[in-house]
């Protein structure tokens, strides 16, 4: 009907988590780093790691296992599937393919998208722009990394900062009245990215330099400077696309890699960090899983209720960095 317009609702969110658990003071055993550091400069405490028989993509398919039994859904009701992963089980085929298979679909498409930390809200806004244009129906949007496979585990400067672990949401199109003043669904989304960046957040390897996978190098203070000036790039753009103020924001859901980060957004926009979910204690930074664990995670304890305003946001290598704004 022409007064309707497609949104995309969130249907449900889940997550999964390898068993096997990193601590600070294991870490402490083998590298010249301790538990209160990594405490006082990230916010860290633990981290999951996967084991050997446990790939991305087993990772990704224990989220949307999780997420469709939270939505009372089959896979027979998908027909999207977009994983984000920067560490996919092979060069090809994709992660996502894997995951449609491991979930018994043959119907639908499935593909990855590569935005490294950001790459959750890249592929929210790409399962947005497919729904939107009645490309499909029902997405599973994942995040899923295991990027303990990437990490030098001799480099104090970054081995302590990252974990596995994916999460899923499905995303379902809904006709709304177009003259609704609070429809609920993705209100807005902006992507960003900007290459001359690379040097301060890469890996080492690829497949046509190397030819090997390579391992996980950074820059950190370079990156920890620009963090919190790009992420509130985007905030403004999605808070001046959904005609919405940083005050109506119940939950800030950002890309969790180091608490400094993450209270110095909130600062910036006056958030008290009630507002703010926070799992980089528990999870790490498990780049593009992170914020979907965290939505799983204020999910759980009940924060995040019908019709409140979520505003995810993360920034990563590339660099990359984005931001949607949901009515939930
Ligand atoms: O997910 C993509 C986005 N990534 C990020 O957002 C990460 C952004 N960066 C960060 O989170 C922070 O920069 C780090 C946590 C990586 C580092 O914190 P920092 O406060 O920027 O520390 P720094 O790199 O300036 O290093 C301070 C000191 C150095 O020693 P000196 O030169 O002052 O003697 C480091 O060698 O801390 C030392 N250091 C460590 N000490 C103990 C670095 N890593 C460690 C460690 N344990 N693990």
Redesign the pocket.
């Known amino acids: 009907m022409v007064n309707q317009r497609i949104f995309s609702q969130v249907q449900a969110v889940g997550s999964y988590l390898p068993e096997q658990i990193l601590t600070n003071q294991d870490l402490a055993e083998k590298?010249?780093?301790?538990d209160e550091?990594?405490q006082k400069?990230?916010g860290i405490k633990k981290r999951h790691i996967a084991q050997e028989n446990e790939y991305t993509s087993t990772l990704a398919i224990n989220a949307a296992k999780d997420a469709l039994a939270k939505a009372n859904m089959t896979a027979d009701d998908i027909d999207l599937i977009i994983v984000a992963t920067a560490t996919p089980d092979h060069t090809f085929p994709s992660t996502a393919s894997q995951v449609q298979h491991g979930l018994g679909m043959s119907h639908g498409a499935a593909f990855d998208v590569q935005a490294v930390?950001t790459g959750f809200v890249y592929a929210t806004s790409v399962a947005d722009a497919m729904i939107r244009s009645s490309q499909a129906k029902s997405v599973l949007v994942i995040g899923a990394e295991t990027f303990s496979n990437i990490v030098d585990w001799e480099d104090?400067?970054t081995a302590?900062?990252f974990g596995d672990g994916a999460g899923a949401m499905i995303l379902k199109a809904v006709e709304q009245d177009i003259e609704d003043p609070n429809p609920r669904g993705i209100l807005a989304n902006y992507l960003r990215s900007d290459g001359q960046h690379k040097d301060k957040?890469y890996v080492d390897g690829g497949v046509s330099t190397t030819q090997s996978t390579g391992k996980l190098r950074?820059l950190?203070?370079d990156?920890?400077k620009l963090?919190v000036r790009l992420g509130s790039e985007v905030i403004d753009h999605v808070l001046e696309a959904s005609h919405l103020q940083a005050s109506d924001v119940d939950w800030l859901v950002p890309?969790q890699?180091?608490q400094r980060?993450i209270s110095a957004i909130a600062k910036h926009y006056g958030m008290p960090m009630e507002k703010v979910v926070l799992t980089v204690s528990d999870h790490a930074?498990t780049?593009a899983a992170s914020v979907p664990l965290a939505l799983a995670a204020a999910i759980a304890e009940n924060k995040i209720k019908k019709d409140d305003i979520v505003l995810l946001e993360a920034?990563?290598?590339g660099f990359t960095w984005g931001a949607s704004i949901i009515r939930w």
Request: charged share 10%; with cysteine.
């Open positions: 590298l010249d780093t301790s550091w990594i400069r990230t930390c104090r400067g302590v900062l957040l950074m950190g203070s990156v920890f963090a890309h890699a180091n980060i930074n780049s920034m990563g290598g």
